[in-house]
């Protein structure tokens, strides 16, 4: 059975973490479970989807396979992108305690 090569999905961002220069490693929670995914060339100040990938934002990607490492994202558009969890400190604390349990227990 053939897989496809593209796939869409929409995440919330509940992790991320700077992988060497430009990229980013990021966690998302999905309908299809939790993704570990890299978004490449995302920490350059050109780069067209860092808006969209902030942390706890409501994003639709399309994510490329990879046949060696982590999937790669392609594309990002945000839905919701939950400015007020970062703008807030108590919420943004509570988001956050909320996102490390997903992340240790999922």
Known sequence: MRSERLYRTEAIVVRRRDQGEADR???LCTPLGKL??????VRKVRSRK????????????????????WDVVSQ???VEP???????????TYARYVAELYDRFV
Do not use: Y
């Not at 570990?36 to 060339?41: L, W």
């Open 25 to 27: 490693v990021l966690t």
């Open 76 to 78: 990002a558009e945000t």
């Open 50 to 69: 860092a808006g969209h990938l902030e942390l706890f934002a409501h994003t639709r990607l399309v994510i490329a396979r990879s046949r060696s490492s």
């Open 82 to 92: 939950h400015a007020i969890l970062r703008g807030d400190l108590i919420r943004g």
């Open 36 to 41: 570990a995914v890299i978004a490449k060339g």
